[in-house]
Protein backbone atom coordinates (compact mmCIF):
# COMPACT_ATOMS: atom_id res chain seq x y z
CA UNK A 1 0.00 0.00 0.00
CA UNK A 2 2.83 2.60 1.27
CA UNK A 3 5.05 1.58 -1.69
CA UNK A 4 2.36 1.61 -4.17
CA UNK A 5 1.62 5.70 -2.90
CA UNK A 6 5.05 6.24 -2.88
CA UNK A 7 5.49 5.41 -6.23
CA UNK A 8 2.29 7.21 -7.23
CA UNK A 9 3.40 10.41 -5.33
CA UNK A 10 7.10 10.82 -6.92
CA UNK A 11 5.39 10.67 -10.32
CA UNK A 12 3.44 13.56 -9.40
CA UNK A 13 6.53 15.44 -8.37
CA UNK A 14 8.51 14.70 -11.02
CA UNK A 15 5.68 15.96 -13.33
CA UNK A 16 5.38 19.00 -11.29
CA UNK A 17 9.24 19.86 -11.16
CA UNK A 18 9.19 20.26 -15.39
CA UNK A 19 8.21 23.64 -14.00
CA UNK A 20 10.64 24.59 -11.32
CA UNK A 21 10.66 27.98 -11.85
CA UNK A 22 6.71 28.02 -11.03
CA UNK A 23 7.55 26.18 -7.82
CA UNK A 24 9.78 28.54 -6.61
CA UNK A 25 7.85 31.75 -7.31
CA UNK A 26 4.42 30.14 -6.21
CA UNK A 27 5.55 28.83 -2.96
CA UNK A 28 7.97 32.10 -2.80
CA UNK A 29 4.48 34.11 -3.11
CA UNK A 30 2.33 31.95 -1.03
CA UNK A 31 4.93 32.06 2.03
CA UNK A 32 4.88 36.08 1.88
CA UNK A 33 1.53 36.66 2.04
CA UNK A 34 1.07 34.72 5.07
CA UNK A 35 4.28 36.38 6.79
CA UNK A 36 2.48 39.85 6.18
CA UNK A 37 -0.02 38.06 8.12
CA UNK A 38 2.44 37.71 10.74
CA UNK A 39 3.48 40.90 10.45
CA UNK A 40 0.43 42.80 11.05
CA UNK A 41 0.10 40.72 14.44
CA UNK A 42 3.24 41.89 15.72
CA UNK A 43 2.67 45.39 14.78
CA UNK A 44 -0.66 44.94 17.41
CA UNK A 45 1.86 43.89 20.26
CA UNK A 46 4.44 45.76 19.85
CA UNK A 47 2.27 48.36 21.11
CA UNK A 48 -0.25 46.72 23.45
CA UNK A 49 2.67 44.08 24.81
CA UNK A 50 0.39 41.10 25.20
CA UNK A 51 -3.20 39.57 24.64
CA UNK A 52 -4.57 38.05 27.70
CA UNK A 53 -1.07 37.24 28.99
CA UNK A 54 0.32 35.89 26.04
CA UNK A 55 3.13 38.13 24.54
CA UNK A 56 4.22 37.84 20.73
CA UNK A 57 6.43 34.64 21.07
CA UNK A 58 4.12 32.35 22.48
CA UNK A 59 1.55 33.27 20.15
CA UNK A 60 3.73 33.02 17.67
CA UNK A 61 3.86 29.45 18.93
CA UNK A 62 0.29 29.27 18.40
CA UNK A 63 0.31 30.51 15.07
CA UNK A 64 3.60 28.89 13.76
CA UNK A 65 2.29 25.54 14.47
CA UNK A 66 -1.44 26.55 13.09
CA UNK A 67 0.46 27.58 9.76
CA UNK A 68 2.35 24.78 8.98
CA UNK A 69 -0.38 22.02 9.95
CA UNK A 70 -2.44 23.67 7.35
CA UNK A 71 -0.29 23.83 4.75
CA UNK A 72 0.96 20.33 5.23
CA UNK A 73 -2.66 19.34 4.80
CA UNK A 74 -2.88 22.07 1.93
CA UNK A 75 0.01 20.71 0.27
CA UNK A 76 -1.04 16.48 0.82
CA UNK A 77 -4.84 16.43 0.17
CA UNK A 78 -5.50 19.62 -2.74
CA UNK A 79 -7.94 17.38 -3.97
CA UNK A 80 -9.44 16.59 -0.62
CA UNK A 81 -9.77 20.34 -0.51
CA UNK A 82 -11.34 20.50 -3.62
CA UNK A 83 -12.86 17.79 -3.87
CA UNK A 84 -16.53 19.43 -4.82
CA UNK A 85 -15.49 18.98 -8.63
CA UNK A 86 -15.13 15.33 -8.13
CA UNK A 87 -19.07 14.91 -7.33
CA UNK A 88 -20.40 17.93 -9.62
CA UNK A 89 -18.34 16.67 -12.83
CA UNK A 90 -18.59 12.93 -11.93
CA UNK A 91 -15.20 12.96 -12.11
CA UNK A 92 -15.43 10.57 -9.20
CA UNK A 93 -16.95 7.32 -11.12
CA UNK A 94 -13.42 6.91 -12.67
CA UNK A 95 -11.87 6.50 -9.72
CA UNK A 96 -14.59 3.99 -8.16
CA UNK A 97 -13.84 1.59 -10.85
CA UNK A 98 -10.23 0.97 -9.97
CA UNK A 99 -8.92 -1.89 -7.74
CA UNK A 100 -6.99 0.74 -5.11
CA UNK A 101 -9.40 2.90 -2.67
CA UNK A 102 -10.45 5.86 -3.92
CA UNK A 103 -9.16 7.76 -0.78
CA UNK A 104 -5.59 6.37 -1.64
CA UNK A 105 -5.95 7.56 -5.49
CA UNK A 106 -7.30 11.07 -4.48
CA UNK A 107 -4.45 11.69 -2.56
CA UNK A 108 -1.92 10.97 -4.81
CA UNK A 109 -2.99 12.57 -7.94
CA UNK A 110 -2.07 15.59 -6.85
CA UNK A 111 0.24 18.07 -4.86
CA UNK A 112 0.14 21.14 -4.33
CA UNK A 113 3.44 22.03 -4.08
CA UNK A 114 3.03 26.04 -3.68
CA UNK A 115 2.14 25.13 0.36
CA UNK A 116 5.92 24.41 0.75
CA UNK A 117 5.67 28.20 1.22
CA UNK A 118 3.46 28.32 3.85
CA UNK A 119 5.46 25.41 5.63
CA UNK A 120 8.31 27.22 5.44
CA UNK A 121 6.72 30.45 6.75
CA UNK A 122 4.98 28.53 10.12
CA UNK A 123 8.40 26.94 10.79
CA UNK A 124 10.23 30.14 10.60
CA UNK A 125 7.68 31.84 13.15
CA UNK A 126 8.64 28.89 15.51
CA UNK A 127 11.89 29.27 15.16
CA UNK A 128 11.61 33.42 16.25
CA UNK A 129 9.35 32.31 18.77
CA UNK A 130 11.38 29.87 20.25
CA UNK A 131 14.94 31.86 20.14
CA UNK A 132 12.43 34.98 21.20
CA UNK A 133 11.61 32.84 24.43
CA UNK A 134 15.07 31.39 25.21
CA UNK A 135 16.28 35.09 25.08
CA UNK A 136 14.14 35.85 27.72
CA UNK A 137 15.36 32.83 29.78
CA UNK A 138 12.79 29.87 29.47
CA UNK A 139 13.65 26.69 28.89
CA UNK A 140 12.54 25.45 25.33
CA UNK A 141 13.83 21.93 24.67
CA UNK A 142 10.46 20.75 25.59
CA UNK A 143 8.52 22.92 23.19
CA UNK A 144 11.24 21.82 20.31
CA UNK A 145 10.67 18.54 20.84
CA UNK A 146 6.98 18.67 20.81
CA UNK A 147 6.77 20.94 17.60
CA UNK A 148 7.07 18.39 14.75
CA UNK A 149 4.92 16.09 17.13
CA UNK A 150 1.77 19.36 17.24
CA UNK A 151 2.80 19.77 13.38
CA UNK A 152 2.17 16.34 12.33
CA UNK A 153 -0.83 16.22 14.70
CA UNK A 154 -2.26 19.17 13.65
CA UNK A 155 -2.04 18.39 9.76
CA UNK A 156 -4.12 15.17 10.55
CA UNK A 157 -6.42 17.36 12.66
CA UNK A 158 -7.13 19.36 9.36
CA UNK A 159 -6.60 16.31 7.23
CA UNK A 160 -9.44 15.13 9.24
CA UNK A 161 -11.64 18.25 8.54
CA UNK A 162 -11.37 18.12 5.20
CA UNK A 163 -12.28 14.97 4.57
CA UNK A 164 -15.16 14.50 6.80
CA UNK A 165 -16.75 17.77 4.50
CA UNK A 166 -15.87 15.71 1.56
CA UNK A 167 -17.68 13.22 3.51
CA UNK A 168 -20.93 15.66 3.77
CA UNK A 169 -20.16 16.98 0.51
CA UNK A 170 -22.07 13.07 -0.64
CA UNK A 171 -25.00 14.29 0.69
CA UNK A 172 -24.99 18.36 -0.22
CA UNK A 173 -23.24 17.85 -3.65
CA UNK A 174 -21.47 21.15 -2.69
CA UNK A 175 -18.41 21.62 -0.34
CA UNK A 176 -16.30 25.35 -0.94
CA UNK A 177 -18.76 27.24 1.08
CA UNK A 178 -18.80 24.69 3.68
CA UNK A 179 -14.90 24.86 3.69
CA UNK A 180 -14.49 28.45 4.30
CA UNK A 181 -16.60 27.57 7.93
CA UNK A 182 -14.72 24.38 8.81
CA UNK A 183 -11.12 24.58 7.48
CA UNK A 184 -10.16 28.93 7.19
CA UNK A 185 -12.46 30.22 9.78
CA UNK A 186 -10.84 27.75 12.04
CA UNK A 187 -7.40 28.42 10.72
CA UNK A 188 -7.23 31.40 10.86
CA UNK A 189 -9.19 31.27 14.81
CA UNK A 190 -6.25 29.02 15.91
CA UNK A 191 -3.43 30.96 15.53
CA UNK A 192 -4.23 32.94 18.40
CA UNK A 193 -5.07 31.64 22.14
CA UNK A 194 -8.55 29.95 21.84
CA UNK A 195 -9.24 31.07 25.12
CA UNK A 196 -10.12 34.25 23.79
CA UNK A 197 -12.97 33.15 22.22
CA UNK A 198 -17.07 33.20 22.84
CA UNK A 199 -17.96 30.37 24.84
CA UNK A 200 -19.91 28.27 21.79
CA UNK A 201 -16.94 28.96 19.74
CA UNK A 202 -14.25 27.05 22.63
CA UNK A 203 -16.88 24.59 22.76
CA UNK A 204 -17.01 24.15 19.05
CA UNK A 205 -13.36 24.13 18.84
CA UNK A 206 -12.54 21.31 21.43
CA UNK A 207 -15.41 19.43 20.15
CA UNK A 208 -16.47 18.99 15.93
CA UNK A 209 -13.67 21.12 14.84
CA UNK A 210 -11.24 19.63 17.27
CA UNK A 211 -8.19 22.44 16.58
CA UNK A 212 -7.65 23.47 19.98
CA UNK A 213 -6.08 20.33 20.84
CA UNK A 214 -3.16 20.97 18.39
CA UNK A 215 -1.58 23.87 19.51
CA UNK A 216 -3.41 25.79 22.41
CA UNK A 217 -4.27 23.03 24.64
CA UNK A 218 -0.37 21.49 25.06
CA UNK A 219 0.73 25.07 24.98
CA UNK A 220 -1.07 25.52 28.14
CA UNK A 221 1.40 23.11 30.17
CA UNK A 222 4.13 23.95 28.07
CA UNK A 223 4.93 27.40 28.34
CA UNK A 224 3.56 27.22 32.23
CA UNK A 225 -0.27 28.66 31.55
CA UNK A 226 -1.80 26.56 34.20
CA UNK A 227 -2.51 23.20 31.92
CA UNK A 228 -2.70 19.77 32.94
CA UNK A 229 0.87 17.56 32.48
CA UNK A 230 -1.28 15.34 30.22
CA UNK A 231 -1.90 18.21 27.84
CA UNK A 232 0.31 17.40 25.04
CA UNK A 233 -0.50 13.98 25.11
CA UNK A 234 -3.76 14.91 23.57
CA UNK A 235 -2.39 16.32 20.81
CA UNK A 236 -1.94 13.16 18.76
CA UNK A 237 -4.32 10.94 20.63
CA UNK A 238 -7.27 13.39 19.50
CA UNK A 239 -5.82 13.55 15.70
CA UNK A 240 -5.70 10.20 15.91
CA UNK A 241 -9.43 10.11 16.72
CA UNK A 242 -10.46 12.83 14.12
CA UNK A 243 -8.74 10.30 11.51
CA UNK A 244 -10.78 7.74 12.52
CA UNK A 245 -14.27 8.98 12.93
CA UNK A 246 -13.70 11.41 9.61
CA UNK A 247 -12.40 7.94 7.92
CA UNK A 248 -15.86 6.62 9.10
CA UNK A 249 -18.17 9.13 7.99
CA UNK A 250 -16.41 9.14 4.16
CA UNK A 251 -16.72 6.06 4.12
CA UNK A 252 -20.31 6.18 4.82
CA UNK A 253 -20.70 8.57 2.13
CA UNK A 254 -19.01 7.29 -0.49
CA UNK A 255 -21.34 3.90 -0.15
CA UNK A 256 -24.06 6.51 -0.21
CA UNK A 257 -22.78 8.23 -3.16
CA UNK A 258 -24.86 7.85 -6.42
CA UNK A 259 -23.53 8.86 -10.08
CA UNK A 260 -24.89 11.95 -12.16
CA UNK A 261 -24.88 9.01 -14.50
CA UNK A 262 -23.40 11.53 -17.21
CA UNK B 1 -29.45 53.82 -19.27
CA UNK B 2 -27.32 50.48 -20.79
CA UNK B 3 -24.80 50.78 -17.87
CA UNK B 4 -28.17 50.41 -15.43
CA UNK B 5 -28.96 47.35 -17.25
CA UNK B 6 -25.69 45.66 -16.80
CA UNK B 7 -26.24 46.24 -12.83
CA UNK B 8 -29.19 44.91 -12.92
CA UNK B 9 -28.46 41.78 -14.64
CA UNK B 10 -25.70 41.39 -13.20
CA UNK B 11 -27.65 41.21 -10.12
CA UNK B 12 -30.11 38.74 -10.43
CA UNK B 13 -27.67 36.05 -11.66
CA UNK B 14 -25.85 36.73 -8.12
CA UNK B 15 -29.51 36.07 -6.67
CA UNK B 16 -29.04 32.31 -7.59
CA UNK B 17 -25.99 31.64 -4.95
CA UNK B 18 -28.45 32.99 -1.99
CA UNK B 19 -28.19 29.72 0.08
CA UNK B 20 -24.32 28.78 -0.29
CA UNK B 21 -23.86 32.00 1.01
CA UNK B 22 -25.83 31.61 4.14
CA UNK B 23 -23.26 28.97 5.12
CA UNK B 24 -20.60 31.94 4.21
CA UNK B 25 -21.75 34.58 5.88
CA UNK B 26 -21.58 32.38 9.30
CA UNK B 27 -18.13 31.14 8.30
CA UNK B 28 -17.08 35.26 7.41
CA UNK B 29 -18.64 36.23 10.93
CA UNK B 30 -16.47 33.83 12.54
CA UNK B 31 -13.40 35.91 10.83
CA UNK B 32 -14.98 38.84 12.44
CA UNK B 33 -15.44 37.15 15.80
CA UNK B 34 -11.76 36.15 15.91
CA UNK B 35 -10.46 39.73 15.48
CA UNK B 36 -12.95 41.38 17.65
CA UNK B 37 -11.67 38.82 19.78
CA UNK B 38 -8.35 39.40 19.72
CA UNK B 39 -8.53 42.97 20.48
CA UNK B 40 -10.74 42.96 22.82
CA UNK B 41 -7.77 40.56 24.86
CA UNK B 42 -5.20 42.85 23.62
CA UNK B 43 -7.10 46.01 24.84
CA UNK B 44 -9.17 44.87 27.86
CA UNK B 45 -6.81 46.83 31.25
CA UNK B 46 -4.68 48.72 29.05
CA UNK B 47 -4.67 52.39 28.72
CA UNK B 48 -5.16 53.42 25.26
CA UNK B 49 -4.54 56.16 23.21
CA UNK B 50 -6.96 57.99 21.13
CA UNK B 51 -9.87 56.87 20.10
CA UNK B 52 -10.07 53.31 20.74
CA UNK B 53 -11.47 51.49 23.30
CA UNK B 54 -12.86 47.89 23.42
CA UNK B 55 -16.23 48.60 22.14
CA UNK B 56 -15.05 51.15 19.49
CA UNK B 57 -12.76 48.10 18.22
CA UNK B 58 -15.49 46.27 18.17
CA UNK B 59 -17.72 48.32 16.09
CA UNK B 60 -14.72 48.97 13.33
CA UNK B 61 -14.09 45.35 13.27
CA UNK B 62 -17.67 44.39 12.67
CA UNK B 63 -18.36 47.53 10.45
CA UNK B 64 -14.83 46.19 8.36
CA UNK B 65 -16.34 42.92 7.97
CA UNK B 66 -19.56 44.27 6.60
CA UNK B 67 -17.32 46.56 4.16
CA UNK B 68 -15.09 44.04 2.67
CA UNK B 69 -17.83 42.27 1.17
CA UNK B 70 -18.19 45.59 -1.24
CA UNK B 71 -14.92 46.74 -1.28
CA UNK B 72 -12.50 43.79 -1.30
CA UNK B 73 -13.91 41.09 -2.35
CA UNK B 74 -14.48 41.36 -5.87
CA UNK B 75 -13.50 38.83 -8.77
CA UNK B 76 -10.23 38.36 -9.33
CA UNK B 77 -9.02 40.52 -11.90
CA UNK B 78 -12.57 41.98 -12.74
CA UNK B 79 -12.44 38.30 -14.75
CA UNK B 80 -10.67 40.58 -17.18
CA UNK B 81 -8.22 37.67 -17.43
CA UNK B 82 -10.63 35.07 -18.06
CA UNK B 83 -12.22 36.83 -21.38
CA UNK B 84 -8.44 37.41 -22.05
CA UNK B 85 -7.91 33.68 -22.24
CA UNK B 86 -11.11 32.67 -23.54
CA UNK B 87 -11.16 35.34 -26.68
CA UNK B 88 -13.90 36.10 -25.26
CA UNK B 89 -12.83 39.90 -24.85
CA UNK B 90 -12.80 40.79 -28.44
CA UNK B 91 -16.00 40.27 -29.00
CA UNK B 92 -16.74 42.46 -25.46
CA UNK B 93 -14.44 45.01 -26.93
CA UNK B 94 -16.25 45.81 -30.09
CA UNK B 95 -19.76 46.38 -28.22
CA UNK B 96 -21.17 49.75 -27.97
CA UNK B 97 -20.20 50.34 -24.76
CA UNK B 98 -16.94 51.06 -23.07
CA UNK B 99 -14.65 48.28 -22.07
CA UNK B 100 -13.99 49.80 -18.67
CA UNK B 101 -17.65 50.39 -18.10
CA UNK B 102 -18.97 47.67 -19.22
CA UNK B 103 -16.71 45.67 -16.97
CA UNK B 104 -17.00 47.73 -13.50
CA UNK B 105 -21.14 47.51 -14.25
CA UNK B 106 -20.77 44.21 -14.37
CA UNK B 107 -18.79 44.34 -11.14
CA UNK B 108 -20.55 46.67 -9.49
CA UNK B 109 -24.19 44.32 -9.76
CA UNK B 110 -22.62 41.51 -8.31
CA UNK B 111 -21.29 43.97 -5.12
CA UNK B 112 -25.14 45.36 -5.19
CA UNK B 113 -25.92 41.81 -3.97
CA UNK B 114 -23.51 41.43 -1.56
CA UNK B 115 -24.06 44.46 0.08
CA UNK B 116 -27.90 42.93 0.63
CA UNK B 117 -26.59 39.29 1.34
CA UNK B 118 -23.47 39.73 2.89
CA UNK B 119 -22.67 43.15 4.08
CA UNK B 120 -26.02 43.05 5.95
CA UNK B 121 -26.50 39.66 7.32
CA UNK B 122 -22.91 39.87 8.52
CA UNK B 123 -23.23 43.30 9.67
CA UNK B 124 -25.85 41.88 11.71
CA UNK B 125 -24.66 38.77 13.03
CA UNK B 126 -22.06 40.61 13.86
CA UNK B 127 -23.97 43.58 15.65
CA UNK B 128 -25.13 40.90 17.97
CA UNK B 129 -21.50 40.52 19.14
CA UNK B 130 -20.57 43.84 19.74
CA UNK B 131 -23.75 45.69 20.11
CA UNK B 132 -25.47 47.96 17.41
CA UNK B 133 -23.68 51.58 16.47
CA UNK B 134 -25.91 54.55 15.38
CA UNK B 135 -23.81 57.37 14.23
CA UNK B 136 -24.95 60.93 16.23
CA UNK B 137 -25.78 62.93 13.06
CA UNK B 138 -28.13 62.08 10.27
CA UNK B 139 -25.78 63.72 7.79
CA UNK B 140 -23.06 60.80 8.58
CA UNK B 141 -25.11 58.07 7.07
CA UNK B 142 -24.74 60.00 3.48
CA UNK B 143 -20.99 60.96 3.91
CA UNK B 144 -20.65 57.02 4.76
CA UNK B 145 -22.68 55.91 1.58
CA UNK B 146 -20.13 58.10 -0.48
CA UNK B 147 -17.44 57.01 1.13
CA UNK B 148 -18.33 53.41 0.89
CA UNK B 149 -18.92 53.90 -2.74
CA UNK B 150 -15.53 56.13 -3.42
CA UNK B 151 -13.90 52.61 -1.64
CA UNK B 152 -15.60 50.42 -3.83
CA UNK B 153 -14.64 52.37 -6.95
CA UNK B 154 -11.10 52.56 -6.35
CA UNK B 155 -11.26 48.79 -5.25
CA UNK B 156 -12.78 47.76 -8.68
CA UNK B 157 -10.32 49.65 -10.88
CA UNK B 158 -7.53 48.26 -8.70
CA UNK B 159 -8.37 44.67 -9.82
CA UNK B 160 -9.68 45.70 -13.13
CA UNK B 161 -5.35 47.08 -13.56
CA UNK B 162 -4.80 43.47 -12.19
CA UNK B 163 -7.03 41.37 -14.58
CA UNK B 164 -5.92 44.10 -17.64
CA UNK B 165 -2.54 43.13 -16.63
CA UNK B 166 -3.56 39.80 -18.61
CA UNK B 167 -2.90 41.11 -21.92
CA UNK B 168 0.93 41.17 -21.62
CA UNK B 169 1.50 38.49 -19.01
CA UNK B 170 0.43 34.93 -18.85
CA UNK B 171 -0.76 34.91 -15.52
CA UNK B 172 -2.54 36.96 -13.20
CA UNK B 173 -2.68 34.78 -9.91
CA UNK B 174 0.35 36.46 -8.34
CA UNK B 175 -0.63 40.07 -9.46
CA UNK B 176 -4.23 39.59 -7.48
CA UNK B 177 -2.33 37.59 -5.01
CA UNK B 178 0.13 40.75 -4.12
CA UNK B 179 -2.84 43.23 -4.48
CA UNK B 180 -4.99 41.56 -1.93
CA UNK B 181 -1.62 41.17 0.48
CA UNK B 182 -1.38 44.94 0.13
CA UNK B 183 -5.32 45.85 0.64
CA UNK B 184 -5.18 43.40 3.67
CA UNK B 185 -1.87 44.52 5.06
CA UNK B 186 -2.07 48.69 4.24
CA UNK B 187 -6.16 48.57 4.38
CA UNK B 188 -7.13 48.66 7.64
CA UNK B 189 -8.81 45.30 7.89
CA UNK B 190 -7.35 44.01 11.25
CA UNK B 191 -5.52 47.30 12.42
CA UNK B 192 -7.00 50.90 12.18
CA UNK B 193 -3.66 52.23 9.87
CA UNK B 194 -3.36 55.31 12.67
CA UNK B 195 -1.96 52.44 15.23
CA UNK B 196 0.90 50.96 12.86
CA UNK B 197 4.20 51.47 13.89
CA UNK B 198 6.94 53.63 12.47
CA UNK B 199 6.95 54.48 8.63
CA UNK B 200 3.97 52.21 7.59
CA UNK B 201 1.57 53.91 9.96
CA UNK B 202 2.40 57.55 8.13
CA UNK B 203 2.41 55.87 4.61
CA UNK B 204 -0.53 53.95 4.43
CA UNK B 205 -3.46 57.00 5.05
CA UNK B 206 -2.34 57.63 1.82
CA UNK B 207 -2.48 55.05 -0.29
CA UNK B 208 -5.59 53.56 -2.30
CA UNK B 209 -6.04 50.79 -0.44
CA UNK B 210 -6.88 52.31 3.53
CA UNK B 211 -9.34 54.43 0.55
CA UNK B 212 -10.83 50.73 -0.08
CA UNK B 213 -11.44 49.78 4.15
CA UNK B 214 -10.42 52.29 6.43
CA UNK B 215 -12.03 55.55 5.31
CA UNK B 216 -15.40 54.20 5.01
CA UNK B 217 -15.32 52.16 8.11
CA UNK B 218 -14.08 55.22 9.84
CA UNK B 219 -16.17 57.66 8.72
CA UNK B 220 -19.83 56.07 9.35
CA UNK B 221 -17.41 55.68 13.18
CA UNK B 222 -17.22 59.95 12.57
CA UNK B 223 -13.93 59.35 13.23
CA UNK B 224 -12.37 59.91 10.15
CA UNK B 225 -10.14 62.29 9.51
CA UNK B 226 -10.93 65.57 6.98
CA UNK B 227 -8.52 64.58 4.26
CA UNK B 228 -9.63 61.04 4.26
CA UNK B 229 -12.80 61.73 1.66
CA UNK B 230 -10.20 64.11 -0.54
CA UNK B 231 -7.48 60.83 -0.68
CA UNK B 232 -10.16 58.40 -2.02
CA UNK B 233 -11.12 60.93 -4.35
CA UNK B 234 -7.94 61.24 -5.65
CA UNK B 235 -7.15 57.91 -6.03
CA UNK B 236 -10.61 56.97 -8.11
CA UNK B 237 -9.45 60.39 -10.56
CA UNK B 238 -6.08 59.16 -10.54
CA UNK B 239 -6.98 55.46 -11.00
CA UNK B 240 -9.84 56.32 -13.47
CA UNK B 241 -6.85 58.23 -15.86
CA UNK B 242 -4.31 55.15 -15.40
CA UNK B 243 -7.37 52.46 -16.26
CA UNK B 244 -8.17 53.99 -19.67
CA UNK B 245 -5.32 54.51 -20.88
CA UNK B 246 -4.41 51.17 -20.24
CA UNK B 247 -8.07 49.53 -21.58
CA UNK B 248 -6.70 52.07 -24.64
CA UNK B 249 -3.09 50.60 -25.15
CA UNK B 250 -4.76 46.73 -24.56
CA UNK B 251 -7.45 47.70 -27.27
CA UNK B 252 -4.30 48.36 -29.47
CA UNK B 253 -2.73 45.34 -28.71
CA UNK B 254 -5.60 43.34 -29.99
CA UNK B 255 -5.85 45.33 -33.13
CA UNK B 256 -2.61 44.85 -33.55
CA UNK B 257 -3.17 40.79 -33.15
CA UNK B 258 -5.85 40.86 -35.73
CA UNK B 259 -9.14 40.96 -32.73
Redesign the interface.
Same mark, same amino acid.
Given at each position: MFALYRKLIAASIRSQMQYKINFV??AA?TG??MV??F???S??????H???GWNIYEVGMLYGISSASVSLYRLFAPEINDFEKYIVQGELDQLLIRPVSPLLLLLTRNLDLSRVGGLVQGVSVLVISLSGLAAEGQSIMGLVLFSPVAILSGGVIYFSIGLATAGVAFWTH?M???L??TI???A??SN $? +?IG &? $? +?NW &?KWLFFSAIPIAYMNYLPMLTLLGKGGEWFYPILTPVAAASAFYFARMLWNVGIRHYHSTGS | MVYWRIIRKSYRRNLQYRL??V??N???S??G??FI??W?????G?QVYGPYDVKTMGYYIAICQSVLWMTTFLSPGLNVQIAVRSGAVSLDMIKPVHYLWYMLSQEFGRLLYNACYRSVPIGLLLGL?VGFFFPSHLFTYFWFILSLLLGTYVGMLLFYLAGISSFWTTEIR?VH??L??LI??LGGQ??PID???GM?GKVAPYLPFSAMIYYPVMTLLELAPPYGMLVQAGWALALTVVALLVTNMARRKLEIQGG
Amino acid at each position: MFALYRKLIAASIRSQMQYKINFVTSAATTGMIMVLDFIILSAILYRFHDVVGWNIYEVGMLYGISSASVSLYRLFAPEINDFEKYIVQGELDQLLIRPVSPLLLLLTRNLDLSRVGGLVQGVSVLVISLSGLAAEGQSIMGLVLFSPVAILSGGVIYFSIGLATAGVAFWTHQMKDMLTFTIYAPANASN $Y +PIG &L $Y +PNW &LKWLFFSAIPIAYMNYLPMLTLLGKGGEWFYPILTPVAAASAFYFARMLWNVGIRHYHSTGS | MVYWRIIRKSYRRNLQYRLSHVVNNVASSIFGLVFIAIWTGVLSGKQVYGPYDVKTMGYYIAICQSVLWMTTFLSPGLNVQIAVRSGAVSLDMIKPVHYLWYMLSQEFGRLLYNACYRSVPIGLLLGLAVGFFFPSHLFTYFWFILSLLLGTYVGMLLFYLAGISSFWTTEIRWVHLILLSLIFGLGGQMIPIDLMPGMIGKVAPYLPFSAMIYYPVMTLLELAPPYGMLVQAGWALALTVVALLVTNMARRKLEIQGG
